[in-house]
């Protein structure tokens, strides 16, 4: 069994925060999948199944995913786990894959290394980052700008569609396939495309 999990924060206020594009990337992949929705309060938040994937977007708030993740990961028999966050260390519009690594001072990230460790696949998600250091935790609980908002949909798509391959394949073969550098805001040049064409 495979666990992806979108990270984000519960509840209409935080639906467009910059910190919950793992929610929105979820929301989209499943969309059509038509997948079948498992109730278990203990969870403590909302879990799919599509045969042999789970998809969970924990309601435990950011800075407690791990207790979410670790619940899903006890009951079933999950083998494998890829998760999906925002990233203010790289550009907005990029897209990087890779398997473990350090959490970055991403505090879903620090909650699910303490309860399961390192050994899963991320998908990081730039968000880009305030002028300030003092004024990320703001910056990552506030929505998308307009301009931002014009690119989101093919941001999320791109990742959807990252995200069926990493599913089939491991981190390294998929990052040479879906990785971008840049910004997929930006027109990519053929050396950032890679191995895509």
Known sequence: MTLVV???????????????????????????????KVNKSSFNA????????????PHTFM?????????????????????????IEIPYGSVRIKHGGG?????????????IGRDYD???????????????????LSNFSKKENECLPKIISYASKALEYLLSHNATECASKYNIKKSLCEEPSAQDLGSRF
């Not at 206020?13 to 979820?26: E, L, S, T």
């Not at 800075?63 to 990233?87: E, P, Q, T």
């Open 122 to 140: 991320r998908m990081r998600l730039g968000i880009s980052k305030p002028a300030n250091k003092e004024e990320v935790a703001d910056f990552v």
């Open 103 to 115: 959490n970055g001072g991403h505090n879903g990230l620090k909650s699910i290394d303490a309860h």
């Open 63 to 87: 800075n407690n995913s791990g207790l979410s993740v670790s619940a899903v990961m006890k009951y079933f028999d999950v083998k494998r786990v890829i998760v999906i966050h925002d990233d």
């Open 6 to 36: 979108g990270l984000g924060n519960p509840g209409p206020a935080y639906k467009n925060n910059r910190h919950n594009i793992g929610f929105m990337v979820i929301d989209k992949f499943i969309y059509d999948l038509n997948p079948s």
């Open 46 to 57: 909302e879990l799919y199944k599509s045969s042999k994937t789970l998809f969970l977007k």
